[in-house]
């Protein structure tokens, strides 16, 4: 190993991180503090008591019996009671509401009289979580309300209460979200939004460190350090990198299943050995744009856009199945999409591998992959040309 | 000196800033990378990315346990639903697991043995649904998609059943309920996921790609004074006031034709919500455009290299979209990010930019964001010229450094 230069590549690598705050910044810092900032924002799982407005055109007892049943939930809080329709749009405009709740005129003499009065509720899509969540709450008033208006007129007829309930709902779904029971909002971002931007940082930091070599024209030296030979040069130059990742990695996995329990439902060794894979990967990845365009600005432009880009490719909610097939081709060449996908199989549903095993393979594809562009980078290297 | 004249000398030395700001720019192949293909690419990109909109057609298994006449019903009229797509019949639930674990389904909708006889009996049926939960658009889909299913089979099958314990008289005739309920949805009528999303992250970009944009600038400057001694060649000297000012008017100007493609074509090109008035939002967007500007110019001390903005500030990009409350709330935030988010102008920008151009609304409705951009517009002004102040202290040491170093030679 000596003798090919290898240990004088690593020590060269290991002087050249420490000199820089770049590195440090780059490949600790940040990815531990993006982790952090998603853990600690989402940490409330759910967000509760979201402010609404109540629009009460009636003032029966039966509407405000509505009115506290939309009090009591614990979705919401009736932070105004509106007196007309405009009033609560110009709550919902300057965003002091998410959604609000009308009752009509004559309600109550209208649903005791047969003539089917209409409860409109109205949320603000504007904003995913609080407008969806908003919905559900509103909807869930108005079939309790619906309900009871029938159950009291049948009880009242003489029916028996107890088949009411069946009379009423004939046909009742049990949902039920497997593997994340508590619909936690953080199991779906934390992971894959901390994941893609370690991704990223990765990706940037070996292009910092590869293509800086080619900015400050030291990369015919780091050449000669590796005896002219461009897998030590590369593989020396890496490794020490790849060694911090796998160190914030690690730290991150335990983030997540250690202090966070985050559902795993399958085999953490495997998740680890992930995204130790994930690390290796993107390195080979952003070595592969390196060695196709061996210039800083260049290297730099593409990882960005593809690392922010793969965000959308790996979590949130849109599944890529439903975007355009062109774009959706796309999210394959992103390493974290595999990791994602290992996640969901592995730690989230405890699939057994044979379901996800693919997947693991894929993150193997890349390393293998970034070999076939290297004669180029060794040229780019033999002649460092910097073009700002 | 006659304070006309040292105001007139401010505002030339303003101009010369602006005019060698712009020069610069122009021949910074990558700072119009930032400044002119990231607000007129990124938008499409994103757009084709969410622009399918609405999860349609999700694959499910179904387990029919009962094998009946109303169980069949059931299965049909889940999917004439526009979300649900029955991939597969399954014999038994370990089949349909194996479906899932494939990722060719990602519902299974169980029916239980007894389900006719509880319907005949007048009893609820109980049907168990199991959604695939590692995406939250789908779980959301299928909540509401079987929702409606029951309203739709408790109309049918109540309506039946109130008849037949010979209460019609209770019933209306087009109604299976007393009481109807109507959903209604503001802003993103669609529910659309590009609908949702696009309008922020249009702020955002106009945000994130100035901030490169200043940032390489100023990490280029650097190298530039390094290499020169302690002087950047391509600069102009003029007082701090003045050349901090120039430079946001630049930029401004040059971000004026991409806010308007970014906040006004990209909507119609694409059929995004677009309700709100252009007196509206772009009066709204301009203290942002000043405040991002002069945060920039803040940050120009922190950037030693050209290259710094990205190890810097990309990765930025994906915490300010969640921290300008566009997918969680704001109050639901701890302080520590309410308080991050307070200082960043995109999350204001966000706020009053959505609800104008989705819920129609005006600068008056969102006095609260509008002031507090132009709050952040002074703050950081002041900020931007202490950062130029300290830049040219340190260049004068290098300076004074490199003379006195060249004397003893």
């Known amino acids: 190993m000596a003798s090919l230069g290898f240990i004088d590549g690593v020590r060269r690598e290991i002087a050249r991180m420490g000199s820089r705050p770049a590195y440090l910044i780059g490949m600790i810092i940040i990815p531990l503090a993006v982790t952090l900032f998603f853990v600690s924002l989402l940490s409330e799982g759910l967000a509760q008591r979201l402010p609404t407005a109540v629009v009460d055109y009636d003032h029966s007892p039966m509407s405000r019996q509505v009115t506290r049943t939309i009090e009591a939930s614990q979705l919401m809080d009736v932070r105004y009671h509106a007196e007309s329709y405009d009033k609560a749009m110009e709550k919902v405009r300057s965003g002091e509401v998410f959604g609000f709740f009308v009752i009509p005129a004559n309600f109550e003499s209208d649903a005791l009289g047969g003539r089917t009065p209409t409860l409109e509720y109205f949320s603000n899509m504007t904003y995913f979580v609080p407008g969806t969540l908003v919905t559900k709450g509103f909807k869930t008033v108005a079939v309790t309300t619906s309900g009871g208006v029938v159950r009291n007129t049948l009880v009242s007829l003489g029916v028996d209460p107890e088949r009411i309930g069946g009379m009423l709902q004939p046909v009742v779904f049990d949902i039920n979200p497997l593997a994340n029971p508590w619909m936690n909002y953080s199991i779906y971002l934390t992971p894959s939004y901390t994941m893609a931007t370690y991704a990223l940082m990765i990706m940037l930091m070996t292009v910092l460190s590869v293509c800086g070599e080619i900015k400050d024209g030291t990369s015919r030296q780091w050449l000669a350090t590796a005896k002219g030979r461009i897998s030590v040069a590369l593989l020396s130059k890496l490794l020490p990198h790849t060694i911090v990742y796998w160190a914030v990695g690690l730290f991150i996995t335990w983030v997540f299943f250690g202090w966070q329990h985050f559902p795993m439902n399958g085999s953490l060794g495997w998740m680890i050995a992930a995204t130790f894979l994930l690390a290796v990967a993107s390195q080979a990845f952003a070595l592969f744009v390196c060695s196709a365009l061996p210039n800083p600005r260049m290297a730099f432009s593409v990882c960005s856009l593809f690392g922010v880009l793969s965000y959308s490719f790996t979590g949130f909610a849109m599944p890529v199945d439903n975007m355009y097939g062109a774009i959706a081709a796309f999210s394959w060449t992103a390493p974290v999409r595999y990791w994602f996908l290992v996640f969901s199989g592995n730690a989230l549903n405890g699939y057994p591998m044979y379901y996800w095993r693919l997947y693991m393979a894929g993150l193997l594809v890349f390393p293998m992959l970034c070999w076939v562009l290297a004669r180029r980078l060794k040229k780019a290297m033999l002649n460092p040309v910097y073009i700002p | ?409």
């Not at chain 2, 701890?334 to 960043?344: C, E, T, V, Y």
């Open chain 2, 1 to 409: 000196m006659n304070p006309f004249r040292k105001i007139a000398g401010g505002f030339s030395a303003m101009a010369r800033v602006f005019g060698n700001e712009l020069r610069t720019i122009i021949h910074d192949p990558g700072v119009l990378l930032f400044f002119v293909a990231l607000p007129l690419v990124y938008p499409i990109i994103y757009t084709l990315i969410y622009n399918e909109e609405l999860v349609r057609e999700i694959p499910v298994a179904v387990v029919d346990n009962s094998m009946t006449a109303e169980s069949r019903q059931l299965v049909r009229m889940a999917s004439a639903s526009p979300t649900i797509e029955i991939y597969a019949q399954c014999p038994n639930m370990a089949d349909a697991k194996r479906l899932m674990a494939e990722r060719k389904v990602f519902g299974i909708m169980e029916i239980p043995a007894n389900y006719s006889k509880e319907i005949g009996n007048g009893r609820s049926a109980h049907v168990t649904f199991y959604s695939e939960m590692s995406r939250l658009l789908r779980y959301r889909d299928f909540v509401s998609a079987l929702a409606d299913l029951q309203i739709e089979m408790t109309g049918e099958i109540a309506k039946q059943r109130i008849e037949n314990a010979g209460m019609e008289s209770f019933l209306s005739a087009e109604a299976s309920l007393p009481v109807r309920s109507q959903s209604n949805f503001l802003g993103d009528t669609q529910q659309g996921f590009a609908s949702f999303v696009i309008p922020g992250i249009l702020i955002l970009i106009l945000q994130q790609s100035m901030l490169l944009g200043i940032a390489m600038l100023a990490g280029t400057s650097r190298e530039r004074r390094r290499r020169n001694g302690g002087i950047d060649p391509l600069g102009v000297v003029a007082p701090p006031l003045a050349t901090v000012w120039g430079r946001t008017l630049c930029y401004t100007t040059v971000y004026a034709a991409f806010t308007l493609y970014d906040l006004h074509i990209v909507p119609l090109m694409f059929n995004l919500p677009h309700f709100g008035s252009a007196t509206e939002y772009l009066p709204f967007i301009l203290p942002m455009l000043l405040a991002t500007a002069f945060l920039g110019q803040s940050l120009a001390p922190f950037m030693r290299e050209r290259e710094s903005p990205f190890i810097l500030i990309v990765a930025t990009s994906v915490v300010f979209l969640f921290i300008s409350g566009l997918t969680w709330p704001r109050y639901a935030m701890m302080p520590l990010w309410r308080a991050l988010g307070d200082i960043i102008p995109a999350t204001w920008g966000i706020e009053g930019f959505v609800r104008i151009n989705n819920n129609a609304a005006t600068i008056a409705d969102n006095t609260r964001p509008y002031l507090w951009l132009w709050g952040l517009t002074v703050l950081y002004m002041c900020t931007a010229i202490a950062a130029q102040m300290l830049i040219e202290r340190r260049e004068n040491r290098k300076r004074t450094q490199c003379a006195g170093s060249s004397q003893v030679d």
